[in-house]
């Protein structure tokens, strides 16, 4: 393996595929990145066994090859480089890389311990546009559970019905749901159900100046190409819950607040929240009124007024974690909360939207 | 207790004292901040019985009273309130705290409780220029030593002398010192030895806008009065090492570098030196070339090249961490290295500047 390439282009590689390096793992191998020549260009590759990030950049090859680093020191090298070119040179298992500054040897480990990525070769199944996509991964995935004991929960579901996809993921106590426009009917209806992390990564590597991520699926897995890079990963199996049913349809009591006043006044009840399990209570009053009151048994208590477009009352409990989570991701000067009584779940969506909702079961209270 | 002032300096004023409140006391009453109305204005306190802060605001007092209130809470209530005035009115221990949209109550425990925080009342003994001061202390207050086994390498020397001020910190590897030319001569020569905790806050404290941080000493004890606020600490106990012995005075060898390029170098090779307890070797050349080596028995080896002004010839080994401690804080975008020998202490200072000087052990090498 003989070849240079641009420093500016290999940690930008390096940046999107290190992030699912294994960093504690049995199997040293994990820890490294696979580098290796492929069809004129540089590939580089790493995995966790369950992602499979792939990248290829623009390389001067001069003699083909291909060798694992240690990712951290390979990361950490390429970063502090200064230099315009790198030029990598394998001498058995070490890699030396010349810079104009710098010269350095790294010990690395054979590429054919490194565990294979498998590529899905079909027919794409869909191609995305990846701006909302980018917005929908942001307004779902933090509602995923974090224990594992519902597998489907820790996931988020890319519902794709005729020509509409629907985005969703819940906890059980929460759920979030984004809807996108595909640009044509799809062939099949089909459920996605892709693990919270992979979908974290997929959102993290779409650079907003890419136009389109294009989808193949296998059995249990998926594959997301986005110009330069590549994300494969195994899908969750099982059936996710018909949340349809859950989503209140008739929401006669109601409250429109500008988002950044209710998101200050919910983090003013969280203070005192925090030795009452984050338990808060909404009021929603007449007079245009929306009150919003915490009591610590120890600390103190709390209650922040705000003034709102008000239709009915209510008085309702909810987790402030709940609430305050969805509120940054909603994209919107004013929301609407939605209620049809005290013990139904409440509806949280940006004014004027219809692509976005996001439902919160509320907590008994003692009364 | 009944008052109000400004939400913005009451913000400000728990943010300055706030920093000493101890997290885990088995003394409840030093998680509080005491509140209490003095000469017309309302001040406010923490202590951790090592440092004590004090900082005074306006305030409109309707009546006079004191009371301690949980930090945490009352700092998060204060930074979380967007309303421009802030009421407090006292019941009993209970805080009610009032603003246009904001409502609470905190629970409080009795100012008599509350340690007192000793004042020094004598003459000051000396008024210092605040910029210089504070990148004084950047300068110096990274090399105290961190395990406490010589109490003195803990703290940050004061030396006057005359008309200057010597500000230093060793940890018996590498030590720094700073100049200052003092306004006038000092009535007495003096050494304070102040803990670095102390000087730190200091320095957090005083704004680049203060003018002058006024001192005050008395037995075991040092006052810092910067316009609105206090701090007053224990000072250190013994005698600072005589170190102006171990200053090099003939250092034949040098090199002149641009110190990003030195700091950028130093990094590289940190990266490489991390499995050899940060051993680096420097290697200043004739034909102006400064190389800087790191071997790692595991992961590989790296060589950085310099391009400096040198004079003479070394091979001269450090620990990469003492070296770049010092690089962010010289203040200059040339430095100069200078040597007698590869078993001699090293000096690193700023190139044109003769009040600040860094000096750091060399390691003993295999060869």
């Given at each position: 393996m003989k070849l240079s390439c641009l420093q500016e282009n290999l940690n930008k590689a390096i940046s999107i595929v290190s992030k699912v390096v294994a960093t504690r793992s049995t199997l040293p191998v994990l820890s490294n990145i696979l580098i290796k020549t492929e069809k004129g260009r540089l590939k580089l590759s790493a995995t966790n066994l369950e992602i499979g990030i792939s990248c290829w950049i623009g390389s001067k090859i001069e003699k083909e090859g291909s060798i694992t680093i240690p990712a951290r020191l390979f990361s950490d090298f390429v970063a502090t480089n200064t230099d315009k070119t790198i030029a990598f040179e394998l001498e058995n298992t070490s890699l030396s890389l010349k810079s104009e500054h710098f010269f350095a040897h790294i010990k690395g480990i054979e590429a054919s311990e490194f565990p294979l990525i498998p590529q899905i070769h079909q027919e794409p199944f869909i191609e995305l546009p990846v701006l909302p996509l980018k917005e929908a991964i942001t307004q779902t995935v933090?509602?995923?559970?974090?224990?594992?004991?519902?597998?489907?929960?820790?996931?988020?579901?890319?519902?794709?019905?005729?020509?509409?996809?629907?985005?969703?993921?819940?906890?059980?106590?929460?759920?979030?749901?984004?809807?996108?426009?595909?640009?044509?009917?799809?062939?099949?209806?089909?459920?996605?159900?892709?693990?919270?992390?992979?979908?974290?990564?997929?959102?993290?590597?779409?650079?907003?100046?890419?136009?389109?991520?294009?989808?193949?699926?296998?059995?249990?897995?998926?594959?997301?190409?986005?110009?330069?890079?590549?994300?494969?990963?195994?899908?969750?199996?099982?059936?996710?819950?018909?949340?349809?049913?859950?989503?209140?349809?008739?929401?006669?009591?109601?409250?429109?607040?500008?988002?950044?006043?209710?998101?200050?006044?919910?983090?003013?009840?969280?203070?005192?929240?925090?030795?009452?399990?984050?338990?808060?209570?909404?009021?929603?009053?007449?007079?245009?009124?929306?009150?919003?009151?915490?009591?610590?048994?120890?600390?103190?208590?709390?209650?922040?007024?705000?003034?709102?477009?008000?239709?009915?009352?209510?008085?309702?409990?909810?987790?402030?974690?709940?609430?305050?989570?969805?509120?940054?991701?909603?994209?919107?000067?004013?929301?609407?909360?939605?209620?049809?009584?005290p013990l139904s779940p409440g509806l949280v969506r940006p004014k004027n939207s219809k692509d976005y909702l996001y439902i919160i079961m509320p907590l008994k209270t003692e009364e």
């Open positions: 933090f509602a995923v559970a974090i224990d594992e004991t519902r597998p489907v929960l820790a996931g988020v579901l890319l519902r794709f019905v005729d020509d509409k996809l629907k985005i969703a993921a819940t906890d059980s106590y929460r759920l979030a749901e984004r809807q996108i426009e595909l640009p044509r009917k799809v062939e099949k209806n089909v459920d996605l159900i892709v693990p919270a992390k992979t979908i974290l990564e997929l959102a993290r590597i779409m650079s907003d100046s890419e136009q389109a991520v294009t989808i193949r699926v296998a059995e249990n897995q998926v594959q997301f190409d986005i110009s330069q890079a590549q994300v494969v990963s195994r899908l969750i199996e099982g059936s996710f819950p018909q949340y349809e049913q859950i989503i209140p349809s008739q929401t006669p009591i109601s409250a429109t607040v500008p988002t950044a006043d209710f998101q200050n006044a919910i983090k003013m009840a969280s203070l005192f929240a925090r030795e009452s399990a984050d338990n808060i209570k909404l009021k929603i009053k007449k007079d245009n009124n929306l009150e919003i009151v915490a009591i610590s048994p120890q600390a103190g208590d709390s209650v922040s007024n705000l003034s709102a477009q008000t239709t009915g009352e209510i008085e309702i409990a909810f987790n402030a974690k709940y609430l305050s989570d969805v509120l940054p991701v909603l994209g919107a000067e004013k929301l609407e909360l939605l209620f049809s009584g």
